[in-house]
């Protein structure tokens, strides 16, 4: 896992209840912070290009989504700045290291975004997953964070995913 978050500043420990991070905790939250900085623009180019039969509601999940990865990014990014690090949400960085597939160009049906939307979410959470205990080993408290995401995206997934199912 390449990353770019770095910790800026641990002269003094006790500024952050004695809490330093290693490096591997800050390269789990870049990891998490790209992926979710990903989704959210996979999530509004899906938005700008869905097409077809029941084009609204998912128009519509859409923008949730890319409202709970965006607000989940700076929730990321800012826990990682709590604890000294640094944050890096620039668009190379999220290009060259994020987990989740390239979302294809152009128009797309409402049947073909609801699965290429649905498999960006997982990826993004089995990244949360992927990291869980690591963090949760050194941090309880940002393992709840992932906690939260992992719960809303899941609900997401399934919501959308719900559009295409046949009983």
Known sequence: MTTTATVTNRR??????????????????????????????????????VVGTNFRDLHLQLDELVDFARAGSDTIAERIRALEGVADGRSDTVAATTTLPEFPAFERNTTEVVDLITVRINA???????????????????????????????????LIRSENRKV
């Open 124 to 158: 993004a959470v089995r990244t949360m997953r992927d990291v869980h205990d690591a963090v949760d080993a050194e941090d309880p408290s940002t393992a709840d964070i992932l906690h939260q995401l992992i719960d809303g995206l899941e609900k997401l997934a399934w």
């Open 12 to 49: 003094d420990a006790s500024e952050i209840a004695g809490f330093v991070p290693s490096p591997e905790f800050y390269e789990n939250l870049q990891q998490v912070l790209v992926d979710l900085i990903e989704l959210h623009l996979q999530g509004k180019q899906a938005h700008w290009n």
